[in-house]
């Protein structure tokens, strides 16, 4: 599977392969071309997140795929999976908790 951006296809469009994104723990680079667009994939990912079956990835593989953005696209993806689904943070605590220690000047920003 082709995981780069086709350039006539605006990113809202495209089918983003985030199992194989969860697989490989490894995001294209060049893949997350703007700030727009790794927000665009945050946004998704977290909907990703929530609607997969329980078992389909694991808090490690979604580690190594948050480890690669930015640090405010991460806390980004709390902030949004805490809006979207808040009861969902329990589930999702100990990457919380880990990468948000790692983060704490971010929050208040």
């Known amino acids: 599977m082709d995981s780069s ?4 296809v605006p990113f809202a469009a495209q089918a983003v392969p985030y199992q194989e994104f969860l697989e490989t723990g490894k995001i ?4 997350l071309s703007s ?4 927000q665009q994939f945050v946004e ?14 694991t ?9 690669q ?3 405010r696209h991460q806390v980004f993806f ?3 999976l805490k809006e979207t689904s808040p009861e969902s943070l329990k589930d999702f ?10 983060f704490n000047a971010l929050l208040f920003t």
């Open 28 to 31: 294209p680079e060049g893949f």
């Open 35 to 38: 700030d727009y667009v790794a």
């Open 59 to 67: 808090m490690a593989q979604l580690g190594q795929v948050l480890e």
């Open 5 to 8: 951006p086709q350039a006539s």
């Open 78 to 80: 709390f902030k949004r």
């Open 44 to 57: 998704r990912l977290v909907h990703y997140v929530l609607s997969v079956p329980s078992g389909s990835y």
């Open 69 to 71: 953005l930015d640090p």
């Open 93 to 102: 605590a100990p990457l919380y908790y880990g990468f948000m220690a790692e």
